[in-house]
């Protein structure tokens, strides 16, 4: 079974950078599709990134365009977001999310969920 742990998030000030990564315990990302989602308590959860399986397309929400960046290391063992000019609005507990086959955009169709990291950014 697929195992996914977040890293990367902590504390920061408005316009600051943060890179979160994402790790697959025991295999790597060759067969599965990766996202970034988010969530606040009280809302629901937020698309924010994904990856397509091979690696060659990229979605992005239209809240972090130009500021976020997800990607993957050539061996395919960690998928990265790279977080720039971060904002109070960005606040939230981040989850790395992957599938074999699933609607990038849409929480519901990921089977495979990592435990989230806080990322707090202050105004």
């Known amino acids: 079974q697929v195992q996914l742990v977040e890293s990367g998030g902590g504390l920061v000030q408005a316009g600051d950078s943060l890179r979160l990564s994402c790790a697959a315990s025991?295999?790597?990302?060759?067969?599965?599709?990766t996202a970034w989602f988010r969530q606040t308590p009280g809302k629901e959860r937020e698309f924010v990134a994904a990856?397509?399986?091979?690696?060659?397309?990229?979605y992005y929400a239209d809240s972090v365009k130009g500021r976020f960046t997800i990607s993957r290391d050539n061996a395919k063992i960690t998928v990265y977001l790279q977080m720039n000019s971060l904002k109070f609005e960005d606040t939230a507990v981040y989850y790395c999310?992957?599938?074999?086959?699933?609607?990038?955009?849409?929480?519901?169709?990921?089977?495979?969920w990592g435990q989230g990291t806080q990322v707090t950014v202050s105004s």
């Open positions: 025991g295999r790597t990302f060759s067969s599965y599709a």
């Open positions: 990856l397509s399986r091979s690696g060659g397309s990229t």
């Open positions: 999310a992957a599938d074999g086959s699933p609607q990038p955009l849409k929480s519901g169709t990921y089977r495979y």
